[in-house]
């Protein structure tokens, strides 16, 4: 299966350790997205990229939250100083530009910061 | 900014009925796409339905059609002939051309024998 893949699947960890998530995209893909869910919300927009290039953050996106997507093919979103309010799934999607541009997502990396 | 608002947080049909989740949204484009998809209990996210703003025609996907309302920016979607499979969190989503996903908050659909 070619799908997105997301490691690690689940991830605890301590308030104020550092975290790396990587993701994976369908190989075809040029685009990438990242996205935040809490329990019973949906998915909130974090930041996406189109080959290497990042071309929207949100705000949400605080300076404590870092993603690269080298040489345009997996992506990383770095957590460093976690906090409480961090725990979350983050989920990651692909897509080609251009068109419907459905997005094809990833079965996500929930975190759970104690 | 764009916004989906999905004003049933959860929803129960029986096994066999039909069950229409509704789902409206803010936008002062006149070209984007909306969007259904279906997330099961701990497994990833997956496209039901898409709806090309431009088409007048309401998409269709076997059990699964929607009610394109353009001029009211509502998009709701009929689930026909439910099945215990179908039961899930629905997000509604809209996209403006070659941007991002923007999402409700989605409804939970309770299928019952």
């Known amino acids: 299966d070619t799908g997105v893949s997301q490691d690690p699947r689940h991830k605890i960890t301590k308030r104020g350790q550092n975290v790396t998530f990587r993701c994976d995209p369908i190989s075809e893909h040029n685009r990438l997205y990242w996205y935040r869910q809490t329990l019973g919300q949906g998915p909130e927009f974090l930041t996406y990229?189109?080959?290497?290039?990042?071309?929207?953050k949100s705000r949400l996106l605080s300076d404590r939250f870092s993603a690269e997507r080298p040489k345009g093919s997996f992506s990383t979103l770095e957590i460093q100083r976690t906090e409480q309010g961090d725990s979350a799934m983050y989920l990651c999607a692909s897509s080609f530009q251009g068109g419907t541009g459905e997005l094809f997502f990833g079965e996500g990396s929930r975190l759970t910061v104690l | 900014a764009q916004t989906v608002t999905q004003s049933q947080p959860e929803m129960s049909v029986q096994e066999a009925e039909t069950v229409t989740l509704s789902c409206t949204y803010d936008t002062s484009e006149s070209d984007y796409y909306l969007f259904w998809y279906k997330q099961p209990p701990s497994r990833q996210m997956i496209l039901v339905i898409r709806q090309e703003a431009y088409k007048q025609q309401n998409a269709t996907e076997n059990r699964f059609s929607v009610n394109f309302q353009k001029a009211a920016k509502s998009f709701s979607l009929k689930i026909s002939d439910s099945q215990l499979g179908d039961a899930a969190m629905y997000f509604c989503?809209?996209?403006?051309?070659?941007?991002?996903?923007?999402f409700g908050t989605g409804t939970r659909l309770q299928v019952t024998l």
């Open positions: 989503a809209y996209r403006r051309t070659d941007s991002k996903l923007t």
């Open positions: 990229f189109q080959n290497e290039a990042q071309l929207e």
